[in-house]
């Protein structure tokens, strides 16, 4: 089975974190990823596994999603801010 691999610039914007950062995890085997020449490429399903683990990414079936009632399909998840601090 072929791996799909990611940039540092394109896992960095999936992760909403700066490519320093993915640099970092790359060199620190957090996530899979190989080193060709001086360009990191990193393996996608390992990105994704760190980013479900770390809540860099919310699982669609995760609490901070909810069904929009208005739209058919489910392009109408959307995140809910959640707060502390509600002001009682």
């Known amino acids: 089975m072929a791996s799909t691999f990611l940039s540092v610039e394109a896992s960095a914007e999936k992760l ?3 490519p320093q950062r993915i ?3 790359c060199r620190k085997k957090a996530i ?3 080193k060709i020449g001086s ?3 990193v393996e996608a399903s390992s ?3 760190y980013g ?3 809540a860099h990414i919310a699982a669609e079936d995760h609490g901070t999603y909810r069904y929009d009632q208005t739209c058919e399909s489910t392009t109408g998840r959307k995140p809910i801010a959640l707060s502390f601090f509600q002001g009682q």
């Open 16 to 18: 909403k974190i700066s």
């Open 23 to 25: 640099r970092t995890l």
């Open 32 to 34: 899979k990823s190989q």
């Open 39 to 41: 360009v990191w490429i």
């Open 47 to 49: 990105l994704q596994a």
């Open 52 to 54: 479900l683990r770390t």
